[in-house]
């Protein structure tokens, strides 16, 4: 079975802090995305990546970036977190060549910014 | 503009009842996808549809291309089944999501 795994659950930051949010997936799938999930607002897309090295931004890519050095792992990285960026944030990985558009998800890193 | 449109946003129901949950899209389509999200966080494929029906279990999918709508049905709901399901439809690079249908189901 595909695996997505992301390294926090929950995490408490501060405002203004470097946030770091990582997502690992076992299956060597080239394509990778950042998602977060607001109520109301449902899943919205931060940034992708179809290769190593490679970043595509998203719908809302803006007080975030992303980093892609190894084809299992990336990135979310939050420069300086603000209080707007409270949200449930979402990993996924699909295959490349696929159009079914099927989607991997991770479970989730519910970050809290005060 | 491309657009997915669910309802309803919430739904409260009695263990045992009849749910239904819609889905509608503004283009044609190929596929489109129904996901259910535990609380816990962790989203799960639960159908993939282009066409008729797809039965899993007490869950049921359907799809009507022309009319460019999907219902999710689930056949006596159990308070396991409370969760947030999520229609997706598109393909790699331009997926777009449903808001959502928070299902409570009570016992």
């Known amino acids: 079975d595909v695996k997505v795994t992301q390294s926090s659950r929950y995490l408490v930051k501060r405002t203004g802090e470097k946030v770091f949010l990582e997502c690992v997936q076992d299956m060597d799938h080239e394509n990778m995305f950042w998602y977060r999930q607001d109520p109301g607002l449902g899943l919205r897309l931060i940034y992708f990546?179809?290769?190593?090295?490679?970043?595509e931004k998203g719908d809302i890519p803006e007080g975030y970036s992303v980093s892609r050095e190894k084809k299992e792992r990336f990135s979310l990285i939050l420069e300086s977190a603000s209080t707007n960026q409270t949200s449930m944030y979402l990993c996924a990985s699909s295959p490349s060549g696929t159009k079914s558009g099927e989607l991997f998800f991770g479970e989730g890193s519910r970050l809290t910014v005060l | 503009k491309n657009e997915v449109e669910q309802s309803p946003q919430n739904l409260t129901a009695q263990e045992g009842e009849f749910i239904t949950i819609n889905c509608s899209y503004s283009v044609g389509i190929s596929a489109l996808h129904w996901l259910q999200q535990h609380p816990g966080g962790g989203i799960v494929s639960l159908f993939m549809?282009?066409?008729g029906k797809k039965k899993h279990g007490r869950l049921i999918a359907t799809i009507n291309i022309q009319e460019k709508h999907s219902s999710l049905h689930i056949t006596a709901s159990h308070p396991r089944d409370s969760a947030v399901y999520i229609c997706?439809?598109?393909?790699?690079?331009?997926?777009?999501f449903g808001k959502g249908t928070k299902l409570s189901v009570k016992p």
């Open positions: 549809l282009s066409s």
């Open positions: 997706k439809w598109g393909s790699q690079g331009n997926l777009i």
């Open positions: 990546s179809y290769d190593v090295k490679m970043k």
